[in-house]
């Protein structure tokens, strides 16, 4: 699950008015995922993830394993040009968002996700109002 539901894009489509572009630009492949600023290591994602849900980590990597580069980040330079996209979560909350998920879903097996979601969704939704992001605040013509 990505760190940023990109709802903007949806709107856009619906609305090409909201960016200013034309219809064909935005009916192709986009990048989404957290700012430059958000950019961090596997072990600080594992550290953050064991601070919203306690456990243990065992690094079983193996020294003679090829070389893995230290930083993996999506282009997302033509989301945020076209549609003038930027995320709403930062690391932090989207990591918290998205372990509430997983362990809501591993401690209730079999459970309908669709309602935990929803409101995952609407709370996204609400953060992005606060924040003033574009598409959650842009008047429907």
Not at 30 to 36: I, K, W, Y
Not at 90 to 104: C, D, I, L, M
Request: proline fraction near 5%; charged fraction near 25%; aromatic fraction near 10%.
């Amino acid at each position: 699950r990505s760190s940023d539901l990109n709802l903007w894009l949806g709107a856009a489509l619906f609305q090409p008015s909201l960016v200013r572009r034309p219809l064909r630009e935005l009916e192709s492949a986009f990048n989404f995922g957290p700012g430059a600023g958000c950019h961090r290591t596997v072990e600080q994602l594992v550290e953050k993830v064991l601070a919203d849900w306690p456990g243990r980590w065992v690094d079983c990597h193996d020294p003679q394993a090829v070389y893995e580069a230290r930083l993996l980040a999506l282009n997302t330079s033509k989301a945020w040009r076209a549609l003038g996209w930027r995320p709403v979560w930062g690391f932090a909350e989207s990591v918290k968002q998205t372990v509430e998920w997983y362990r809501e879903n591993h401690l209730n097996p079999g459970r309908d996700m669709a309602l935990m979601t929803r409101a995952q969704i609407g709370k996204y939704c609400r953060d992005a109002r606060q924040r003033k992001i574009r598409w959650a605040v842009a008047k429907k013509k």
